[in-house]
């Protein structure tokens, strides 16, 4: 079992930045790809940003379009914990932002993780 604990959100003015971090404990371990999705009062959860494993040779990070250039999916796997840092943030970034962990299939699919944290509030306003 992996536990994940999202912080840093909270209340921002448009073109504001804030730097979420996902901690994760139990198994863990740096062969997980970790996650960001956000889910908005009254809409579906979708997924935000991706970070593959330490050991993968490949593309390592995947974007929304919707904030593809103004965040960054970072991890430090000496502390277990995965960052995502949002800046010129927008109204529409308000939602509860979700880490997940252990992808079984697509990065970008919800229904694949096979962890979560329990969510961070975004409040960006205008």
């Known amino acids: 079992q992996v536990q994940l604990v999202e912080s840093g959100g909270g209340l921002v003015q448009t073109g504001g930045s804030l730097r979420l971090s996902c901690a994760a404990s139990?198994?863990?371990?740096?062969?997980?790809?970790m996650g960001w999705f956000r889910q908005a009062p009254g809409k579906e959860r979708e997924f935000v940003a991706f970070?593959?494993?330490?050991?993968?040779?490949?593309?390592?990070?995947y974007y929304a379009d919707s904030v593809k250039g103004r965040f960054t999916i970072s991890r430090d796997n000496a502390e277990n914990t995965v960052y995502l840092q949002m800046n010129s943030l927008k109204p529409e970034d308000t939602a509860v932002y979700y880490c997940?962990?252990?992808?079984?299939?697509?990065?970008?699919?919800?229904?694949?993780?096979?962890?979560w944290g329990q969510g961070t509030q975004v409040t960006v306003s205008s």
């Open positions: 970070v593959t494993t330490i050991n993968y040779s490949g593309r390592s990070t």
């Open positions: 139990g198994r863990t371990s740096t062969k997980y790809a």
């Open positions: 997940a962990a252990d992808p079984k299939g697509s990065y970008y699919s919800a229904d694949d993780y096979n962890y």
